[in-house]
């Protein structure tokens, strides 16, 4: 899954974007995907595997041999746990590690549910988990969509924008994640996992996005939200 994820951060954005307390979109991002973002650099170190097989699903082409560390069951309640700790104490905000633990877990979730069983239960386990919403492309995309409209829309009545960068930060991310979703689903399969690896590492650009956008927005019915001081991007 991949539109699907982000539709969690928006979601979970809306929910506690009513007032300035709380995580901002970015953060969520960096929550909703935290599993994604640590999963590069192991397949890079050679850690965790990843292979070209175009049919292995009817979805993806990629063949998730071994990522234990990144996308096991046991590991990903480890990296929630820590996500939500790790906020608790920069930022005191009790109500908001709990919600970002659940986001770091959430993408375990999604990912059950589309993945073939290739989810280990733990490293070393030899225990695989995964429902294989992958194997048919119109329930895949039914699914992921649904997800993503109803996460945008979510975000779009619970905030609005600052400034007219807040409507444009905005939607040109919807534009793009949903250029990226198609080009993925129907272009070529990747030359090879480095390629994949490398390509996944530009994730971290979308959690700088997701910053951009919350701070050109603001809660809405709550008092008109303030723009930037310096009015710039």
């Known amino acids: ?23 901002s979109l970015g953060t969520w991002f960096l929550a909703i995907q935290w599993l994604d973002l640590i999963w590069p650099p192991l397949v890079l170190l050679g850690i965790e595997e990843v292979r070209i097989d175009p049919g292995n699903t009817a979805f993806t082409p990629l063949d998730f041999v071994s990522y234990p ?25 009790g109500r908001g590690s709990l919600w970002l633990a659940g986001g770091v ?8 549910v589309t993945h073939r069983p290739d989810l280990p239960l ?23 969509i649904a997800l993503f409209v109803a996460g945008v829309a979510l975000y779009a009545r619970a905030t609005r924008p600052a400034d007219r960068w807040g409507a444009l930060a905005n939607w040109g991310l919807v534009a793009f994640l949903a250029a990226i979703y198609l080009a993925n689903l129907f272009g070529p399969p990747p ?17 700088a996005w997701g910053y951009w956008i ?20």
């Open 214 to 233: 919350d701070r050109h927005r603001g809660p809405r019915g709550g008092p008109a939200p303030s723009a930037p001081a310096s009015g710039a991007p």
């Open 69 to 93: 560390y990144s996308h096991s069951l046991l590991m990903a309640l480890v990296w929630a746990v820590g996500f939500g700790a790790v906020y608790r104490w920069r930022s005191g905000d």
């Open 105 to 112: 877990l959430s993408h375990w979730v999604l990912d059950w």
């Open 1 to 23: 899954m991949f539109i699907g994820h982000y539709a969690v951060g928006w979601a979970g954005r809306s929910v506690l974007g009513r007032t300035p307390r709380g995580p």
């Open 122 to 144: 733990y490293p070393g386990s030899a225990v695989r988990l995964g429902l294989g919403l992958w194997e048919s492309v119109p329930a895949a995309l039914a699914v992921e």
């Open 191 to 207: 030359p090879g996992p480095a390629a994949v690896a490398w390509s996944a590492l530009s994730l971290w650009l979308l959690v």
